[in-house]
């Protein structure tokens, strides 16, 4: 079945560590995103990426990175100088053209030790 | 700039009542309108989308919602609520230009009771 995996499901990250979330889609799809979500405030823009090896700033893009090395994959790293990183993440994908949905995984959920 | 207001956090309901869930937006150019619903600790489907054909568009569940442009709306209505409904539902406007990004309301959370 095509569609979109995050893993892990749930993720803790201690004190200055770096975490890795992971997203992959077998959609061919060719743009990917990731959105933050924390209660009450809606889906917040992170990054996003339109090509292989091309990606911009969204929105909340301070202390977290990304790499689009593979049109399937858009791992997010958020590093440690994000200082709130408790949230819920969600990546989603689309193909090109404004009136496309855009499809999401099931997200991860980050926590802090 | 593009915005897009959902009135009301929270929306309380009785099992069997209708359902309306509130949606504006602002765009200078025609716009397409997505609603999405999401249940607890998962990700985002649609319900259905507005892309410039029909007025009145349906989706799943039961789910309409109209597009209303001399207001700026696109309201999502259900004529009689089941308890499985119970969810937070989510506005979308496309944005101009060519990068396929949405911009989301801040979401509804619809309670639905007995």
């Known amino acids: 079945d095509g569609g979109i995996t995050q893993s892990p499901k749930y993720l803790f990250r201690k004190e200055g560590q770096n975490v890795t979330l992971s997203c992959e889609q077998n959609?061919?799809?060719?743009?990917m995103y990731w959105y933050r979500q924390d209660p009450g405030q809606g889906l917040r823009l992170i990054y996003y990426?339109?090509?292989?090896?091309?990606?911009q700033k969204g929105d909340i893009a301070e202390g977290y990175s990304v790499s689009r090395e593979k049109k399937e994959s858009f791992p997010l790293t958020v590093t440690s100088a994000q200082k709130n990183p408790t949230a819920f993440y969600l990546c989603?994908?689309?193909?090109?053209?404004?009136?496309?949905?855009?499809?999401f995984g099931a997200g991860t959920r980050l926590s802090v030790l | 700039a593009q915005s897009v207001t959902q009135l009301g956090s929270h929306v309380s309901v009785s099992e069997g009542a209708l359902v309306l869930l509130r949606c504006n937006y602002s765009?200078?150019?025609?716009?397409?309108l997505f609603w999405y619903v999401q249940y607890p600790n998962q990700g985002l489907q649609l319900l259905l989308k507005?892309?410039?054909?029909?007025?009145l568009v349906k989706g799943i569940n039961g789910f309409e919602a109209e597009f209303k442009k001399s207001e700026t709306s696109f309201h999502l209505t259900k004529p009689s609520a089941h308890m499985s409904d119970a969810a937070e539902y989510f506005c979308?406007?496309?944005?101009?230009?060519?990068?396929?990004?949405?911009?989301f309301g801040a979401g509804t959370r619809l309670a639905v009771h007995p």
């Open positions: 765009s200078s150019v025609p716009p397409y």
């Open positions: 979308a406007v496309s944005e101009e230009g060519g990068y396929n990004k949405l911009i």
């Open positions: 990426s339109q090509i292989v090896n091309d990606f």
């Open positions: 959609l061919n799809h060719d743009a």
């Open positions: 507005y892309t410039s054909a029909a007025t």
């Open positions: 989603a994908s689309t193909p090109f053209g404004r009136e496309n949905i855009q499809y």
